[in-house]
């Protein structure tokens, strides 16, 4: 058999919804109309799984179904197993495939969007890979400690978008990542953000969760994420991840878009002035359940 080609990622199959199919899906007509690069790049945050490919050690391609978070700048981040087969894959062959599906309630499927990326996956200690991954995925951090499970960020090397029947787009890493100024100063924020944000915004998170998503059940609502792209709310198994009208560059514009969409408000000057004056110092639209 013909070794394959270790310098060009892979391509993912198929595989898993960005939503639960227990709740009633919602289609993302608002992102889909968006510049490719940031439509692929929201659908990707809206998905809580993907399929990953990675290469067998007979060569052969290897799918399965992975948990997924994707970092401020807009790499997928993986907390994988060395045990796990896929994990073994990638030690020796790095070059992977994931698959973002937001198909759900679209009817034919295929009219519905995904997102393909191609790039390498390599292990990482960086702080902000785990932090956003374990955003998403709260119960992973029962095992993310142990010494046989790593996180992996991924190094895009390009995306494909299909946002429904004719509508294909190819992109470069660059057209979906986010500049690195930008990631990084909203990624040294968030904690801020969500601390100020969570206070300032109170019962209407709530409010929001149960007007998004008829869920009444959990304790209180929390917002878990904010990027330039928008924001994510958790509260008990529900999880609603909505978007801002339009990405943001700055920690008070974050902010300012997120009292807007969630409290309704146009002028939140004592919350992002608190915010923006000292970041280190005071401890977002797809709609899913976790168990």
Not at 21 to 42: K, S, W
Request: hydrophobic share 40%; glycine share 8%; proline share 7%.
């Amino acid at each position: 058999m013909r070794r394959p080609d270790r310098t060009r990622p892979l391509l993912a199959a198929p595989m898993t919804d960005c939503q639960s199919p227990t709740l009633p899906p919602q289609r993302p007509e608002a992102v889909i109309d968006r510049p490719t690069g940031i439509t692929a790049r929201c659908l990707m945050r809206a998905c809580s799984t993907a399929a990953l490919a990675t290469v067998g050690r007979d060569g052969a391609p290897y799918n399965s179904l992975v948990e997924v978070g994707v970092d401020h700048q807009g790499a997928p981040v993986l907390l994988l197993s060395d045990l796990a087969e896929h994990t073994r894959n990638i030690r020796q062959d790095n070059r992977i495939g994931l698959l973002f599906d937001g198909t759900a309630g679209h009817h034919p499927p295929l009219a519905g969007p995904r997102v393909t990326v191609q790039g390498w996956a390599n292990a990482t200690a960086a702080q902000t890979a785990s932090n956003r991954f374990l955003a998403r995925h709260p119960d992973a951090a029962r095992y993310a400690g142990f010494a046989d499970f790593q996180f992996y960020r991924i190094k895009v090397d390009r995306a494909g978008l299909v946002a429904g029947f004719g509508r294909i787009s190819r992109l470069r890493a660059g057209n979906s990542l986010v500049p690195v100024a930008v990631a990084t100063a909203l990624a040294e924020a968030e904690a801020n953000m969500i601390a100020q944000a969570t206070i300032h915004l109170g019962d209407r998170l709530q409010l929001y969760v149960r007007a998004r998503t008829g869920y009444t059940g959990g304790t209180g609502a929390v917002i878990s994420e904010i990027d330039c792209d928008g924001f994510a709310i958790r509260q008990g198994l529900a999880l609603v991840r909505d978007t801002f009208p339009q990405p943001v560059r700055t920690p008070s514009d974050a902010l300012t878009a997120l009292w807007r969409v969630v409290g309704g408000l146009s002028h939140p000057v004592d919350m992002t002035t608190r915010a923006e004056a000292n970041p280190a110092e005071t401890v977002g639209r797809t709609v899913s359940y976790s168990d």
